[in-house]
């Protein structure tokens, strides 16, 4: 049996990671990206913008495996990473809607009320 502290770290290269980035942001000609609040982030040389609430064209899934990738590059990718801090601020985007999601599902379906009452009492 092979223990996680045994198991090599998991690696995406750098090629992807870049491409990747390149592919979910926006180089902001549309407009509506350069609006207030959206995200500025450094990718292959170029500023490329993510607009807040800006991955409605990706599933559940996709934020999931884009948070996934987006922490694993940090590290396959660590000298841009340390310079621009592009996968992290990435990451905490993907973080944030996925959050926002959540949130919005349990108003849509009049969930709030009981998530909050639950909360309270497993959390005395």
């Not at 490329?48 to 987006?70: K, N, W």
């Not at 992290?88 to 009452?117: C, G, P, S, W």
Request: hydrophobic fraction near 35%.
């Amino acid at each position: 049996m092979i223990d996680a502290a045994s198991k090599p770290a998991e690696t995406i290269p750098v090629q992807q990671c870049s491409a990747d980035t390149q592919a979910w942001t926006t180089d902001g000609s549309d407009r509506q990206t350069t609006m207030i609040g959206a995200v500025l982030i450094m990718v292959n040389g170029q500023i490329r913008y993510m607009p807040m609430g800006g991955t409605s064209h990706a599933t559940m899934g996709d934020l999931v495996m884009r948070i996934h990738e987006m922490s694993v590059c940090q590290t396959s990718d660590a000298d841009f990473q340390k310079q621009f801090n592009t996968y992290a601020v990435l990451q905490k985007h993907y973080e944030e809607e996925r959050m926002t999601r959540y949130i919005l599902f349990l108003y849509k379906h009049n969930l709030m009320d009981q998530f909050v009452k639950e909360d309270a009492a497993e959390n005395k």
